[in-house]
């Protein structure tokens, strides 16, 4: 069984900063992809940042230039650091990866999501 569990999540004013992090636990013999992706009430979710194994990173264009991710494979945790914050950046933030559990076998994993909220 693989667990991801999102922290860092919390109410902050607009312009402020937050770091959001995912550890992955359990069986893991490999990850690759690690995204972050996010759903506001009554829209769909969206990807919101991906760092591939080789540390190749894509960004939505709302959050280029504002948000960054990173990866610590030796934890199996990917970061999301988010500077100047804006009240559309609230929503619920997921973490997803692609993670290798058995010699034949690569799943995409999901954590429950961590609410972030933008205001005053």
């Known amino acids: 069984q693989v667990q991801l569990v999102e922290s860092g999540g919390g109410l902050v004013q607009p312009g402020g900063s937050l770091r959001l992090s995912c550890a992955a636990s359990?069986?893991?013999?490999?990850?690759?992809?690690m995204s972050w992706y996010r759903q506001a009430p009554g829209k769909q979710r969206e990807l919101v940042a991906q760092i591939t194994s080789a540390y190749s990173t894509n960004f939505a264009d709302s959050v280029k230039g504002r948000f960054t991710i990173s990866r610590d494979n030796a934890k199996f945790t990917v970061y999301l650091q988010m500077d100047s914050l804006k009240p559309e950046d609230t929503a619920v933030y997921f973490c997803?990866?692609?993670?290798?559990?058995?010699?034949?076998?690569?799943?995409?994993?999901w954590g429950r999501g961590t609410q972030v909220t933008v205001s005053s």
């Open positions: 359990g069986r893991i013999l490999s990850v690759y992809a």
């Open positions: 997803k990866m692609s993670i290798r559990t058995t010699n034949s076998r690569v799943d995409d994993y």
